[in-house]
């Protein structure tokens, strides 16, 4: 007996001293655990203050059916069950017979509802039985965060996310995941807890307890009103042509400020939303946007001028083998015209003549130009452009006159835009930007400033040119059909081949429609792209009837729904337009007073003001200039009679 004591003591103290780190550690594993807090992620916001995204706690609520003792589980079933099946709609039969399924199975996490927000997590804490709590009534409640889009599918994809999957890795998609971890993730906090049974654990006040720090709040460029008006405009003209996917970037010309951009992509069921940043990441063939930059090369060069005559012929054309096709003939043209009409073998013989022995020359003017670079904007997933060089695996005689005209080479559309942005915007380049500011609270914690990647891009006489040919392309070349007498716009359509070589083009041929330019011609505030990729050719596929229109409703409704507080010093600029607008008007108020005037013509206020005037009363149907007047003009008219006026 004394020798079996003398064992124990030895193995007490053995335990106490030698092993005791060893089992305290293996204690503490079991029952103390250390927990993060998470941070709250800040929250991005349009160039106004609108919320675009936001973190909000959401709840799946849960039901332990072994916890309740017997008798309660019975006194609350048919509570629980009327409870639950006013919130949902199902019948109380279903619900007990589940309550019971569950506990008969021993099930300890029977769900109840899953991602509700914190007013329906009241709704179920006030439940019968549940309201006794997780110890007495089976609630379990699990929380955590999800990211919000207040504005819906609203630029969505450019907005974006941050997600991390159940290995660890990370998907970083727009602004959100690319200020994710530097400014809107914030930092985790810690805390000691300790188990106290049936799998619950509790915090325990220590004076190591880390607290989390919020992160910071995302100001972007983006207006809400204009990302609006591109969103719509691109979605109707996707359904009307039953496009495979598009894109629309605004970007305001001086500061590079992206204003709107939307990426829209068609769902199995033929609807559409943001699938992919399409203007960011695609880098695909531009086709005749790219002529611009071709011609205003040779320009810059001097190897043409814009008066120069270039033979477009009957509209076919060989190059080293190849020929090459324009959508009709256009015969002896000038080197302007060719960009108007949007003629290929024009703008191949241009370049061909000008740059065969040294194609070298006209690559580096375009390398310059920082065209085969990538923007290197904070969006990650930038596409990356390619030009092909003397040398390279996609390089033939053929390559150089491809090139003029936009093929064999690739380029994203928000590279195409950041060039005809620098036209706008007399020669500088800036770089796309899509935020302004991060900020804690009103502290301003980051303010991103305009970047200039090139200062000038060319001359003044180039950039001039350039400037005329591209009003001219909507006043009388390819885009005519936009034209406006009241709004002007410049710009470039595109029509492209996708897919070309694949076997099945011919029987089922593809296309990229497009659209850069800037607005208005005169004085731009505004660049705007737009790229439809696969419209249904049954239904049309040229840029300046697929995409064109988008362009021009983007521009025409910013300037008639968003006020642009900086061009009020243009209201004293006097115009020939707007001088012989006015007199018109002049004359036709002190002509009539009791007799209906032909009011057809004049914009619709100025009808509505005139109108009034005679006292008569004016109702309008559209916005724009007056087409149609319920009142022949000659009648007699008298006062507080209704006119109806449609634009």
């Known amino acids: 007996m004394f020798i079996f004591a003398i064992a124990v003591v030895v193995k007490l103290l053995s335990i106490q001293f030698i092993q005791g780190d060893k089992y305290k550690a293996l204690v503490e594993e079991s029952n103390i655990k250390e927990v993060s807090i998470p941070a709250n ?47 949902s709609g199902k019948s109380v039969s279903y619900y007990k017979k589940e309550l019971q399924k569950a506990r008969a199975n021993k099930n300890r996490y029977y769900l109840l509802a899953r991602n509700i927000g914190y007013s329906e997590y009241l709704k179920f804490r006030s439940f019968p039985l549940l309201e006794l709590g997780p ?59 300790q188990k106290i049974g049936k799998g619950q654990w509790k915090p325990i006040t220590v004076d190591n307890e880390v607290e989390p720090k919020d992160g910071y709040d995302v100001y972007t460029t983006i207006d809400v009103n204009i990302q609006d008006i591109a969103h719509h405009a691109l979605l109707e003209q996707l359904e009307k042509y039953e496009a495979e996917h598009g894109t629309v970037v605004v970007m305001e010309v001086k500061t590079g400020e992206i204003r709107a951009i939307s990426n829209l992509g068609r769902t199995s069921k033929n609807t559409y939303y943001e699938k992919r940043n399409y203007a960011v990441y695609e880098s695909h063939e531009p086709g005749s946007t790219f002529k611009l930059m071709a011609l205003m090369a040779a320009l810059e060069d001097k190897k043409i001028d814009t008066s120069d005559v270039v033979d477009t012929g009957n509209g076919y054309k060989v190059f080293y083998g190849r020929g090459i096709k324009d959508s009709h003939g256009n015969g002896k043209i000038s080197a302007a015209r060719a960009l108007e009409v949007s003629s290929n073998i024009g ?61 064999n080479l690739k380029i994203t559309p928000l590279q195409t835009l950041t060039f005809y942005n620098a036209v706008a915007n007399n020669g500088v380049m800036v770089k796309p930007r899509f935020i302004r500011e991060v900020r804690d609270l009103d502290k301003k914690i980051e303010v991103f400033e305009k970047e200039i990647i090139n200062e000038k891009i060319c001359s003044d006489e180039t950039l001039q040119k350039a400037k005329i040919m591209l009003e001219n392309v909507v006043k009388r070349g390819t885009g005519s059909s936009l034209y406006s007498d009241y709004f002007s716009m410049s710009g470039k359509t595109g029509t492209a081949r996708v897919e070309y070589w694949m076997k099945d083009w011919a029987e089922n041929p593809r296309y990229i429609s497009s659209f850069a330019g800037y607005f ?54 006097k115009t020939a337009k707007v001088e012989k607008e006015y007199k018109t008007y002049y004359d036709i108020a002190n002509r009539y007073k009791t007799i209906m005037p032909d009011v057809r013509g004049l914009p619709i206020m100025d009808a509505v003001a005139l109108l009034e005037n005679m006292g008569l009363k004016v109702k309008i149907e559209g916005v724009g200039v007056v087409e149609n007047q319920s009142i022949s003009k000659g009648t007699k008219v008298k006062k507080d009679q209704t006119v109806v006026l449609k634009a």
């Open 41 to 87: 992620r800040g929250n991005v916001y349009s160039a106004d203050g609108s919320l675009l995204a936001t973190s909000i706690p959401k709840y799946d609520i849960r039901f332990d059916a072994i916890t309740p003792t017997d008798k309660r589980f019975k006194e609350y079933l048919t509570p629980l069950s009327e409870a639950l099946s006013k919130y």
């Open 135 to 193: 110890y007495k009534g089976g609630l379990i409640v699990e929380q955590y965060v999800k990211r919000e889009h207040p504005l819906g599918e609203v630029a969505q994809r450019t907005i974006g996310y941050e997600r991390v999957d159940e290995e660890g890795n990370i998907t970083r998609a727009g602004i959100d995941g690319a200020f994710g971890s530097d400014f809107l993730r914030g930092t985790d906090g810690k805390r000691i807890k």
């Open 347 to 407: 703008l191949a013989t241009i370049v061909d003549n000008a740059y065969a022995k040294n194609p070298k020359r006209f690559l580096n003017i375009l390398s310059q130009w920082n065209l085969d670079k990538k923007l290197n904007i904070s969006i990650k997933g930038e596409g990356e452009p390619m030009i092909p060089k003397p040398g390279d695996d996609r390089w033939s005689r053929n390559a150089l006159p491809s090139i003029a005209y936009g093929y």
């Open 520 to 573: 208005p011609a005169d004085n731009p505030k505004y660049s705007c792209i737009v790229v439809i990729h696969k419209p249904s050719v049954k239904k049309g596929f040229y840029g300046a009837d697929v995409s064109g229109p988008v362009f021009k409703k983007v521009a025409q409704k910013i300037f008639t729904d968003t006020p642009i507080i900086d061009e009020v010093e243009t209201l004293e600029a």
